[in-house]
């Protein structure tokens, strides 16, 4: 039987908590934000590994991250959780919004809601704004509230999931290179460890 739930999905990790939180229905793995395409690639294997232990559906999405530059142009060097990154969910969801509109989904969610790092309050403003503009609803849930949330990252951790260290567009790989560096000079330094 067909799902009538539409799961925007990110990456395996955030899949994982999502799953043990709650969240069900046919995965959308929209994501031309991620960089280079191998790590795109990399991402969506290890998804197809969550979703085969939960029986989840995954809906093949094409890659195509033309859109991504095109929207964020002249961005690069906002900070994340800023004005790049708002454009970069909404046009993640915006996408997840049309194909559940076209192909008679009732509701959307995201698993970007099991990521600590993203804001969630601008996450569900835009779902909100979306569910208006295609009459999808869209669920607020917070999946990195799950109870289980560590119980997910033991699972993770067991299966050998792939967990990447930047968010995933080209500018976000620069940054968590810098932040890097930072953290090598302060344990040199010895001011911290
Ligand atoms: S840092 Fe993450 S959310 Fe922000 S633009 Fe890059 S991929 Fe998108």
Redesign the pocket.
Known sequence: MKNCHLLHVCCAPDLAISYLSGARGDIFFYNP??HPKAEYEKRYAEVIKIAALFKMNVLKVPYNPDL?FKL?KGLQN?P??GT??E???RMRLEKTMEYAKENGYKSVSTTLTASPK?NVAMIVKIGKELEKKYGVEFLPNVYRKSPLYNDAQKLIRKMGIYRQN????I??IR?SVIVATQETKTVKSGVEV
Do not use: D, L
């Open positions: 934000n991620i991504f964020t906002e994340e959780g790049r990154c454009i970069c969910i993203k930047y968010c995933g567009c500018f976000s940054n």
